[in-house]
T-cell receptor, first 111, second 113 residues
Framework: GESVGLHLPTLSVQEGDNSIINCAYS??????FIWYKQESGKGPQFIID?????DKRQGQRVTVLLNKTVKHLSLQIAATQPGDSAVYFC??????????FGTGTRLTVIP | DTGVSQNPRHKITKRGQNVTFRCDPI?????LYWYRQTLGQGPEFLTY????????KSRLLSDRFSAERPKGSFSTLEIQRTEQGDSAMYLC???????????FGPGTRLTVL
């Protein structure tokens, strides 16, 4: 079955530095990937998505990179701010309509 | 605030009791999803609706769980004869159609004593 996981469960960065959160997926048939941010007591919040026919997509302060060869996904956050502190999840979709989520990485921004 | 609302936000119940949660999706979204999230884990898919039709159910959705979306707008998730293992955050999400991002509600946190 599908498997989505994260290399690092926790990540601490200094305010102003760039953050990179990594994610590995196992299903080469996945056609859509999405990053969510979840703050304590809240539901996941959409950050950025990417389709399998793309390698890179940029948003405001965020960039998602997709390497289909090694089935790896990363989220880069530029100039990390205290408000970026949260748990970040990657999720994949494989033709069906539901998303498969990984365990998550907790990002802590040190002021 | 994504526009998806869930009620109640918190529910504490005793083992064996029935509970029902409600989700109001973004009004123009025809797809509605239910997920369950336990502490430290990512959300796990339970079921989804396109309009009023329940099109997919996960193996996680045991016979004690039932979901409805009678008019294709709001949805309810009922758990009968709750067990301590049902304690989790129950998340609802909605989207316009397949391929569009899913917008999540704040969740209902269930605690079964």
């Amino acid at each position: 079955g599908e498997s989505v996981g994260l290399h690092l469960p926790t990540l601490s960065v200094q305010e102003g530095d760039n953050s990179i959160i990594n994610c590995a997926y196992s299903n080469s048939a996945s056609d859509y990937f999405i990053w969510y941010k979840q703050e304590s007591g809240k539901g996941p919040q959409f950050i950025i998505d990417i389709r399998s026919n793309m390698d890179k997509r940029q948003g405001q302060r965020v960039t998602v990179l997709l390497n289909k060869t090694v089935k790896h996904l990363s989220l880069q956050i530029a100039a990390t701010q205290p408000g970026d502190s949260a748990v970040y999840f990657c999720a994949e979709r494989t033709g069906a309509n539901n998303l498969f989520f990984g365990t998550g990485t907790r990002l802590t921004v040190i002021p | 605030d994504t526009g998806v609302s869930q009620n109640p936000r918190h529910k504490i119940t005793k083992r064996g009791q029935n509970v029902t949660f409600r989700c109001d999706p973004i009004s123009e979204h025809n797809r509605l999803y239910w997920y369950r999230q336990t502490l430290g884990q990512g959300p796990e898919f339970l079921t989804y609706f396109q309009n009023e039709a329940q099109l997919e159910k996960s193996r996680l959705l045991s016979d004690r769980f039932s979901a409805e979306r009678p008019k294709g707008s709001f949805s309810t998730l009922e758990i009968q004869r709750t067990e301590q293992g049902d304690s989790a955050m129950y998340l609802c999400a909605s989207s316009l159609r397949q391929g569009n991002e899913q917008f999540f509600g704040p969740g209902t946190r269930l605690t079964v004593l």
